[in-house]
């Protein structure tokens, strides 16, 4: 498969320069195709097929194909909504006390800030990590996480496209005994992902971004060891080992973060966008999401570009005085792109599916509104 065949599926292409993937990526018909046909299994067959068994064979499917994707093994994957999701229940599965520090950077999306924000309520201090550019001084996240309890932060900013040094940060985590949670939705679809490598405790990530994946379909890596040692805050039947025993036993690894009934459609959908990606092969996505940045960013006057001049990833950050009427006039000229609430910007995201001309169309769209 080529990005061109991958972009001619997308029927949300069809009308306007879309350059918003690190919201949201529009679906292919192929995979709509897929979770279709997975429900249709799932709610017309129920007279041959055990509902149940459908759905959790898929469950099981999905967990291995996500598994192969991120460098997991099956067990350490578990199946959520979103990232938000994952990152709430890792949250919500350890025993904070009052004193407790969690760590976050400034740079986290809402999902990284939110739930941390509600524990402030119990008495735990949550430390903001500020930065510059995008980029963490690791001498000042040393000092930052030094008595963490937790440390939360993104594999690739969503505010400036820069990459955080994941390892690193990890290990720097690790030295001081805190749990380390990385929020990581803007890297499966157009970068490489090993979270065995990386080494953290937990991994939230979601594939309706990169992977053009549908809503729904989140999914939580958790480590083996730390799986177990964790107690999720719901529970349900795929929680436990046997749901009618009178005694309470966790099902081992990341699954006992699943509950109890939810649909088999997201996930399957997720494989096939999976599948889509992987057909044309991260790297020539890569690749080609780096020529197409790079001659973006040769349009955007340096004082304004916001995101490394260099290519880190598909998000590209531009300055503007206005940017909620930079969107609304390139969405006029059917260009989508978004604005950021911090920094004061607009965001461009350009996938292996963009174009030449789109990157042309998009930079004198702000060039023309910024005037």
């Not at 061109?4 to 918003?20: C, G, T, W």
């Not at 939580?220 to 964790?230: F, M, Q």
Request: hydrophobic share 40%; with cysteine.
């Amino acid at each position: 498969m080529t990005p061109r065949e991958l972009r001619a599926d997308v029927p949300a292409f069809d009308e306007a320069a879309y350059l918003n993937f690190g919201a949201h990526g529009p679906s292919p018909r192929s995979v709509v195709a897929a979770a279709t046909a997975c429900l249709e299994t799932h709610e017309y067959d129920s007279s041959e097929n055990d509902p149940y068994e459908v759905a959790f064979g898929a469950a099981d499917r999905a967990r291995e194909r996500i598994a192969d994707l991120i460098g997991a093994d099956p067990e350490e994957v578990a199946l959520t909504e979103s990232t938000t999701d994952g990152i709430n229940r890792i949250a919500t599965a350890i025993d904070f006390e009052p004193g407790d520090v969690v760590v976050r950077t400034d740079l986290e999306h809402p999902a990284g800030i939110l739930p941390w924000q509600q524990l402030k309520r119990e008495g735990v201090e949550v430390r903001v990590l500020e930065t510059e550019d995008g980029r963490v001084d690791l001498d000042a996240y040393t000092d930052a996480v030094a008595d963490a309890r937790l440390v939360c932060f993104s594999a690739l900013t969503w505010t400036h496209g820069t990459r955080l040094p994941v390892t690193d940060l990890v290990d720097i985590a690790n030295d001081t005994g805190a749990f380390t949670l990385v929020d990581a939705v803007q890297v499966p679809g157009q970068q490489e992902m090993d979270v065995h490598e990386w080494g953290a405790d937990a991994v939230a990530a979601a594939g309706h971004k990169w992977l053009l994946g549908p809503w729904g379909a989140g999914f939580l890596y958790i480590d083996h060891e730390t799986a177990d040692s964790l107690i999720p805050a719901a529970v349900g039947y795929r929680s436990v080992t046997d749901p009618t025993a009178d005694d309470l036993e966790y099902s081992p690894g990341a699954t006992r973060f699943e509950i109890g009934t939810t649909s088999p459609a997201p996930h399957a959908g997720l494989i096939e966008a999976i599948d889509n990606i992987e057909a044309i092969g991260i790297d020539a996505i890569e690749s080609r999401i780096e020529t197409l940045t790079d001659r973006l960013k040769a349009e955007i006057d340096d004082e304004r570009l916001l995101s490394p001049k260099s290519y880190e990833s598909g998000l590209v950050t531009i300055a503007v005085d206005d940017p909620e009427t930079v969107v609304e006039r390139c969405a006029d000229e059917n260009i989508i792109i978004r604005s950021l609430p911090y920094p004061e910007a607009v965001r461009v995201s350009v996938h292996a599916v963009s174009t030449a001309a789109e990157m042309d169309s998009v930079a004198a769209c702000i060039g023309q509104a910024n005037e």
